[in-house]
Every structure is written in structure tokens, then in C-alpha cells.
């Protein structure tokens, strides 16, 4: 997947994925008893769905919004060259960035992201399985049964 690295987009991939996931998430609280309203429910998610790619929008837009992480990466690189020295490192090795201050408790709020967004999402999607159950007839897109 090719990300995109111009602040201004990740902010705005961010902000689609955010209501992307909040306009999914009140599918949870929908009454979907009869074939149109679980109609209804569908017509959001499939509207929403392809904003939730953005997710690593909305983790790159946390962490550069990190004060802790930010800041350790301004100790780290205090000129231009400290900055390319960096960047190298980091592109050698990936986990290089552990060693800079804040990195583990970044780590662990992303998580706790990602967690809570996931199980929004599974939410949703037991709403709809159970939504769909009771109606024989009806059968759910692959979309929501992957989801």
C-alpha cells in the first residue's frame, strides 16, 4: 500500500477514516429487525467502507501528534544532518526507532487504538450476522462477513 507523506493528506485520510469508523459504529445501535432497516445498515457500511484503508492515516497522524514521540525526535535530531543520519538509520533498520524516548508508550496507546476500533467493528458485524439470521432470505455481502 502506498502511503501518502504530505501532512495535509494524512490529516484528511485521518479525519475520513475517523468518520468512516463513528458512522459504522452507530450501525451497532441500529434497530435492524426487518429487511429494510438491515438495508439501511448496509447502505452505510458499504458507503463508509472504503475510508477505513485510511487507518494508517489516522496512526500517523496520532503519532506525529505525539508530544513525547515528537519531542524525542526533535532531541534526535537537532540539525539537518542529525536528521539524515536518522532517517537512514531508520530506513536500515526499522525498529531502530525504538530507541528514541516515548516509543513504548506510544506503542501501547496505538494498540489500545487499533483494539477498540477493531472491536467496534466486530460489533457491527455480530449486529449484522444476527440481523441476518433472522431473516432467512436474506444473504450478507462478503464485505461484512470478512469484515
Partial sequence: MKISIKPVSLRTEA???DVALRAISAIASMNLKNRDQL????AI???HRPHLKFQTSKLITLATDDPIFSAAVRRATPDKQAAHALMEELRADPKSVRRLGGVQVLATRLGQTLAADVQSLQLVRERFLEAAGQDRGFR???AVIDC
Avoid: D, I, N
Avoid at 438495508?39 to 448496509?42: A, D, P, T, V
Fill in 45 to 47: 457500511f458499504e458507503r
Fill in 15 to 17: 479525519a475520513r477514516y
Fill in 140 to 142: 450478507l455481502p462478503p
Fill in 39 to 42: 438495508k439501511s445498515g448496509l
